[in-house]
């Protein structure tokens, strides 16, 4: 109903997108919600005053954008992802919000600094590396399209732990990211919901003396939500991105009070609250851990519990869902979506099989990121069970029907169908989620082009020939609003200069700079601006390292998480190879140069942690021969995440991607470099194909084995095989 027309005549402060309104809206929300002054009031009080100032102004433009999805009844798209590597949202949103003049003026008038404040935020790091950083963009440009979006993931207490540099070594720290108050999320209690766990099945008959199976005596959990407002680019729409967070439910906690057994009831409810405390820190492995699980179905229910109460506040009947929401799976970790929807539409809704599948089926869609074996997910029957046991016959069944139908269409090829199953055999038996995510899904997609026709020549060949129809290609992307607008204020203006703003939307205006290639004054001022960029890079590591770098120098940077497959320790040889030419062979060495590195490695992961320290051993060498001067430094930077890529792409000349050809997926990293002005230096993989063609091989360094030849030469056996002895003699290197 709408709200009675009241004489009251207030202006609504937070619709003024002048320089005034924005002061004035800061000094209300330091005084009255953050009880502070100018003395009183902290850098970061300062951050949270404006960043209220600006989310007001975010929530009216919200309110409306929802509004008009529900009025309208759009179809939705849900991207359920595990991770969201959003980094800091202050400059983002003032850009989005189309105010950053205004912005800058009104603290100038309050002798405060943006960029000061803007430095106040601490990234929301709830994310490893490029699959959370895809959806962190993907909301970002799916707002600027005005796709009615809303992405669903998990509000963790600690993102990925912030990593300190100690002796060359890296040492893991909690991000305690939300010790401070986080002014971008708004938390909704009157959407909690409760998420069943555990308990067993239960075969009854409904009125009518249909069987049906109820699922009972679980340990339930509420999932809270908290939204965050994802502003398009100048386009006031507005859409959510609503992370769950783990509550104990409180029928469970009193069962436990009521029989006294208060020391239970405290340790439940800790426990209960435990599994969305922490985000795993293993970037593209799975290691099969029941709290994983149980991390994979709590968001996961929760949000098709969200998507079903929505799509009935809009609609009546559930085979119309297909046209109203189509989900995506970043990756398999939300896979059991697929298998909850079953559960809700012939559990609790009671429709036949075979219609609810119908609907399933048009619903999903699936994102696979990788082909590396030990990032597929496979759960083992009998953890499975003790979690979701209704949830385990459903996915028997699921295979049952899938299987038969296959034999249908290859009759006597038994090996297909155990390669092709859902069910791993063996002791334990395992499921397979990508399986699950296939035969689940109207649509498969690879990353980058090379991927996807791997994934339809290897790792899913079987289901390519079974269905050939679902299988495409997204290449990944990111957004230049964040990787050049924002984090590269001078070469944006540059180009907009140059060729006008266009570009900000629609990234194919950028070909328009080709006419200005070959002008001096614009070349100059390239020149001029990367210049600029390397010397504040320079300033920030002499500050934060006390490490004096050459702005001169070449700036040649790999930064990434640290993985064998992505060869760091092809790099570090590197490394060492051109300090050897400068020692010895000085006539050979012409290039003064910066190497930069930056990236986590999981705390788990013994020689991607080996590699950390190898790194700085060799920056130790280097950095501290006198005779080497300013020709060559090393710099490890410390803490790897959104913010920091943010001041490191701006300043790069040369980018390094020269994974092993056939392993990195797509990469993202290497698209942040080519939209920042530096040249790559890479092998033939994932995306760099087709950057390669789309610059042209003459702007592009390509070198190393394609990826056919690599498997040419695993086969014969002589790749990785010496790589730990190798780099535990070179980690002694500086002793
Ligand atoms: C882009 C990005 C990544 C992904 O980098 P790749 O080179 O594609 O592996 C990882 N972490 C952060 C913080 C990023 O911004």
New binding site residues.
């Given amino acids: 109903m709408p709200d009675k027309k009241v004489d009251l005549q207030w202006t609504p402060i937070h619709k003024d997108m002048t320089k005034d309104g924005i002061r004035l809206s800061f000094q209300v929300n330091r005084e009255y919600t953050l009880a502070k002054d100018q003395y009183t009031a902290t850098a970061y009080d300062n951050f949270l005053a404006l960043s209220i100032a600006l989310r007001d102004r975010l929530v009216e433009r919200w309110i409306v954008t929802q509004q008009e999805y529900h009025r309208k009844n759009k179809k939705r798209v849900y991207y359920l992802s595990m991770e969201f590597?959003i980094?800091r949202l202050l400059g983002n949103n003032i850009i989005n919000l189309g105010c950053e003049k205004e912005s800058k003026d009104a603290l100038d008038d309050l002798g405060l600094e943006l960029d000061e404040l803007r430095e106040q935020e601490v990234d929301a790091g709830l994310?490893?590396?490029?699959l959370?950083?895809l959806a962190a963009c993907f909301l970002d440009s799916m707002a600027t399209l005005g796709i009615p979006a809303h992405g669903y993931g998990i509000r963790y207490d600690y993102g990925i732990f912030n990593q300190k540099i100690q002796n060359g070594y890296q040492l893991e720290k909690p991000d305690e990211w939300l010790k401070l108050k986080n002014p971008w999320e708004f938390a909704r209690p009157e959407y909690a919901l409760a998420v069943h766990f555990y308990g067993r099945t239960q075969n009854y008959q409904d009125r009518n003396g249909k069987p049906c199976i109820a699922w009972v005596d679980t340990q339930n959990i509420l999932a809270m939500p908290y939204d965050i407002p994802i502003p398009g680019y100048c386009n006031d729409i507005v859409n959510t991105l609503r992370l769950w967070s783990a509550r104990s439910s409180e029928e469970f906690d009193f069962e436990y009070f009521n029989d006294g057994d208060y020391e239970k009831a405290v340790y439940q409810k800790m426990f209960s609250e435990n599994i969305s405390k922490v985000l795993y820190p293993n970037d593209g492995v799975s290691q099969g851990r029941e709290l994983r699980l149980k991390q994979e179905y709590f968001f996961t229910a929760a949000a098709i519990a969200d998507i079903i109460r929505r799509f009935k506040a809009e609609n009546t009947n559930l085979t119309d869902l297909p046209k109203k929401a189509v989900i995506q799976l970043n990756d398999t970790h939300p896979a059991l979506a697929i298998v909850e929807l079953m559960r809700i539409l012939v559990d609790m809704e009671q429709l036949e099989w075979e219609a609810a599948w119908n609907i399933v089926t048009k619903t999903f869609a699936y994102t696979n990121h990788t082909l590396m074996p030990e990032a597929l997910e496979c759960w083992t029957v009998p953890l499975f069970e003790k979690v979701l046991p209704r949830h385990l016959q459903i996915v028997y069944e699921i295979n049952f029907r899938f299987l038969k139908e296959v034999a249908n269409y290859f009759p006597g090829d038994n090996e297909r169908l155990s390669r092709m199953s859902l069910i791993e055999e063996g002791n334990p038996k395992r499921i397979r989620m990508a399986h699950l995510c296939i035969v689940g899904s109207f649509s498969i997609n690879g990353v980058s082009v090379l991927h996807s026709n791997l994934l339809k020549i290897n790792l899913f060949k079987d289901f390519y020939e079974y269905e050939p129809g679902k299988f495409n290609n997204k290449t990944?992307g990111?957004t230049q609003r964040r990787?050049l607008l924002k984090a590269n204020t001078r070469l944006s203006k540059l180009v907009s200069d140059t060729i006008g703003n266009e570009w900000i939307k629609n990234l194919d205006y950028l070909e328009k700079l080709t006419a200005y290639a070959k002008k001096s004054d614009f070349v100059k001022q390239w020149q001029d601006v990367k210049m600029q960029n390397k010397m504040f890079l320079a300033n920030y590591i002499e500050k934060t390292m006390q490490i004096v770098v050459n702005p001169e120098s070449l700036f040649d940077v790999q930064?990434?998480?640290i993985h064998e497959y992505?060869r760091q320790l092809l790099f570090s040889l590197f490394i060492i190879a051109e300090y050897l030419k400068l020692k010895h062979d000085p006539q050979k060495f012409q290039i003064q140069r910066t190497f930069i590195l930056a990236?986590k490695a999981a705390p788990g992961y013994f020689i991607a942690k080996l590699i950390i320290k190898f790194i700085n051993s060799i920056a130790d060498v280097i950095n501290h021969d006198k005779g080497v001067k300013d020709r060559l430094k090393v710099i490890f930077m410390e803490n790897?995440?959104?913010s920091?890529?943010?001041k490191i792409f701006p300043a790069s000349e040369l980018s390094e991607?020269i994974s092993t050809a056939g392993t990195?997926a797509?990469?993202?990293?290497?698209?942040?470099f080519m939209l920042n002005g530096a040249l790559t230096i890479g092998t033939l993989d994932?995306a760099n194909i087709e950057i390669a063609e789309a610059v042209g091989n003459e702007n592009m360094f390509i070198f190393g084995l394609r990826t056919e030849e690599v498997e040419a030469k695993k086969n014969r056996d002589i790749l990785r095989k010496n790589t730990s002895i190798i780099i535990q003699s070179y980690a002694k290197f500086s002793i």
């Fill in positions: 590597l980094g994310g490893n590396g490029g959370g950083r990944n990111i990787w930064i990434k998480r992505k990236g790897y995440r959104v920091l890529a943010e991607q990195e797509s990469g993202t990293g290497n698209m942040k994932g």
